[in-house]
T-cell receptor
Framework: AQSVTQLGSHVSVSEGALVLLRCNYSSSVPPYLFWYVQYPNQGLQLLLKYTSAATLVKGINGFEAEFKKSETSFHLTKPSAHMSDAAEYFCAVRNTGNQFYFGTGTSLTVIP | DGGITQSPKYLFRKEGQNVTLSCEQNLNHDAMYWYRQDPGQGLRLIYYSQIVNDFQKGDIAEGYSVSREKKESFPLTVTSAQKNPTAFYLC????????????FGEGSRLTVL
């Protein structure tokens, strides 16, 4: 069975500080991994995805994530937070031919 | 621009009423999905469809129904049998079933009065 755990339902950072959102997955085979962002009352937008081509994945808006098989992690980072980064972030996992499983989300607050 | 359109954005329903949420996509995707989002619970799969005239129950299908008469359209009906229908509903699509990434609509917020 697959599952996703996002540590920290709420994260606060100061504007300009490093953003680190944690995601750990369980999967019996190498998975496909995704990070989505959701602004209030809107749908989810893909930030980035890991499909086994490279362990460090760069996404939109300056975000990146690193796939670490030994740690079963896919943490999302951004070197310098911007006010516009305040949103809900979801990590998701999928194996070939199987459905997507989403984490419970992390709400990011950026403090001016 | 290609995308997914959900309507209505906000919907209020009295207990005992059925309501239908619309989802239309012009991405030429084969697969479409409905998810329910509740605070602190992430996204849960209600129904999905691989192709026209085919759909399958997801993890929380009870009290919901769908149809897929056209490739572009995948409406969701929330029936009176759904015990706790107040939620944010998200429609999504992908090029094929469980392939690539999901593309999402803007969502529909249903409130039962």
């Amino acid at each position: 069975a697959q599952s996703v755990t996002q540590l920290g339902s709420h994260v606060s950072v100061s504007e300009g500080a490093l953003v680190l959102l944690r995601c750990n997955y369980s999967s019996s085979v190498p998975p496909y991994l995704f990070w989505y962002v959701q602004y209030p009352n809107q749908g989810l937008q893909l930030l980035l995805k890991y499909t086994s081509a490279a362990t460090l994945v760069k996404g939109i808006n300056g975000f990146e994530a690193e796939f670490k098989k030994s740690e079963t992690s896919f943490h999302l980072t951004k070197p310098s937070a911007h006010m516009s980064d305040a949103a809900e972030y979801f990590c998701a996992v999928r194996n070939t031919g199987n459905q997507f499983y989403f984490g419970t989300g992390t709400s990011l607050t950026v403090i001016p | 621009d290609g995308g997914i359109t959900q309507s209505p954005k906000y919907l209020f329903r009295k207990e005992g009423q059925n309501v239908t949420l619309s989802c239309e996509q012009n991405l030429n995707h084969d697969a479409m999905y409905w998810y329910r989002q509740d605070p602190g619970q992430g996204l849960r799969l209600i129904y999905y469809s691989q192709i026209v005239n085919d759909f399958q129950k997801g993890d929380i299908a009870e009290g919901y129904s769908v149809s897929r008469e056209k490739k572009e359209s995948f409406p969701l009906t929330v029936t009176s049998a759904q015990k706790n229908p107040t939620a944010f509903y998200l429609c999504a699509s992908s090029i094929h079933l469980w392939t690539g990434e999901l593309f999402f609509g803007e969502g529909s917020r249903l409130t039962v009065l």
